[in-house]
């Protein structure tokens, strides 16, 4: 019987809102750690997410302490050899990927992750709304009431309630006023291994194979591209088939599901943790998508997570400490090609030069999919 079928209202010791990545990696550690575990999902998975389904070789460390890597191996996926940049003028430039970059539908990769969350004791109810969460540490769904005795963790992604309610919004311009749109596609039989960014005036395409039939492609443009988004044809059209190298790659703008839109993507780092509140994943920091890490982000904040509830007497501030050096690392790049990924003048004249600096390029991809230097 669910728990918000009862009038006495339930507890546990660590209660989750939102069973994506980072939600259901949180819940599952800390079962590990002996914790009673709730974990409340607006949706019924499988559920579709808009992603570029690019999976950072650095997630399968965290996967495999899990538990869970084996699960996510056995699922339809493709693997990444390199990934290029092409300017609409001025060439391509790529950089070869050495380990275990992969592609894998959001879909799957989540219901795996969920479904190993459920494997691992956590109690979890699909179909739940958290609409607040108080300072005395309740949970009100759209079903019941719930208290968490030791923690609440915010998963619920980047327009979190938890982080909301809980006062841990830090104010932002909302990012760029770009907007992505995302559907999967037949995939021509010459894409080959390759994540593939193609450039335009106004924003990026990303396109990448998933498996034998189908491709992602993540269009993000500004609010004239975004006009188009109801006739797929056309916001091809406007936006990425300004770049010939797309244009040859012959995709059919016939999209296998309806596209779906994200949007802001980018925004600073929320409040990480107040009175017994931790956020985890887009809840915490949501970083512009094109480096493909916001998975890894998801399920390293929540591993960090359970060590600090789990083993620490001062948990919020060691979060904070661990959060805030994970971005440092690993956000630089990103921060970095942010700039150059909206300016395809820019990106025109120094994508030659990269390319006749291999040093540099490696250099660069390294510091997105190079093995983290961690810090516990
Ligand atoms: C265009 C685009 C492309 C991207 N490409 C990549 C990529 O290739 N690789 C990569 O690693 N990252 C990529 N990202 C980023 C990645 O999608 C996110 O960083 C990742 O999904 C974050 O996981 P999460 O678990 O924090 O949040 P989410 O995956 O958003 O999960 C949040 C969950 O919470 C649930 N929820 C929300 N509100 C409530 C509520 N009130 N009550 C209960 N449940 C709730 C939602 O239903 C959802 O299931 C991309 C993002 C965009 C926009």
Known sequence: MPASSSLVMSD???????????????????????????????????????????????????????????????????EIEAASFAAPTGGVLTVPITRGATAIRRSLFDQALLEHARSCGVEVFENETVHEVTSERRVITSLGRYQARTAIIGADGRHSVTARSAGLVRKSSGGNGHIAFQAHFRAPAALDGRVQLHLFHGGYCGVVRVDAERANLCIVTDRRGALFHNDCEALFTHTVRQNPHFRNLGIDPEPLEPLQSAHPLRRPMNVPARNGVFLVGDALRVMEPFTGQGILFALRTAEIVAESIGSSLQPERNYIADVTTLYRQRGRTNEWLRRLMYCERAARAIIPLVRRMPGLARWLADNVLGEERRFR
């Open 12 to 78: 546990f010791d660590v209660i989750v809102v939102g069973g994506g990545p980072a939600g259901a990696t949180a819940a599952a550690f800390c079962t590990q750690r002996r914790l009673r575990v709730a974990l409340f999902e607006h949706t019924r998975f499988p559920r579709h997410k808009v992603c570029g389904d690019v999976v950072n070789p650095n997630c399968w460390p965290v996967l495999e302490k899990l538990g869970a890597a084996e699960r996510v191996r056995a699922l339809p996926r493709h």
